[in-house]
């Protein structure tokens, strides 16, 4: 496995994208190994992303760093990445800590620990030479293609959202490219939080107050070049820009 770590750091140090993994991945845990090893030589981890194919499939989650979480900017440089595929997102920030424990966490533990709801843009990104060219065991021990978590303003009263039902609208340069009722492949949301909760945060000690946990795309992903301009527009969260350049 270090061999592995080793390679995914260096690419990021150099920009020198890699054709595949010499050791590849064999088991989603061993992929999950490789990301926390990476995501501790990067740095404090203060955000999670989580996402499920589907509403009844297993979650897989990444740890995201300090160093690629931006907080209420609608600018960020393209230099920074190699790709720029654009996604709206739902994301919660926790008030309180939720360790691990052996009495699972319920539905309403976990949304009493809730601080706040952020509409948010994840950037995704590679460290592979191509988006997409690798196995999911590889992509998946890369962070799972995370490249930078843009959490936007709290709404108001975010127990009054109903994330299944929340419209979002996604233009690039003006032109709408999505138009979503939900959107998000996994359902509801919450569900994605609870299985971090119980689940997906236990070799980080589990959840800590203060992070943020961005719950997947609702608009799928959009590739866009150096210089455009993305609005996603929420049907109740507002609306959040962002130009990378």
Sequence with gaps: ?????????????????????????????EAYEIQDAVARRLGPVTAWKVGAATPDAEPFRAPINAATVFENTDHLPAKIFQVIGVEAEIAYRFARDLPVREQPYSREEVLDAVASVHPAWE???????????????????????????IVGPAIADWRALDPVRETVTLEIDGETKVDVVGGNS????????????NVGTRSFGGLHAGEVVTTGSCTGTIFVEPGSRSVARYGTMGTITLKVD
Excluded: Y
């Design 1 to 29: 496995m270090t061999d592995t770590v080793e390679a995914l750091i260096e690419a990021r140090e150099t920009r020198q994208w890699l054709t595949g993994l010499d050791n590849r991945p064999a088991t989603e845990a």
């Design 123 to 149: 950037i995704v990104d590679t460290r592979f030479a191509g988006f997409g060219s690798q196995d999911r065991l590889s992509h998946m021990a890369d962070q799972f293609n995370h490249g930078a978590l």
């Design 186 to 197: 996994a359902g509801d949301p919450v569900r994605l939080l609870v299985w971090m909760a």
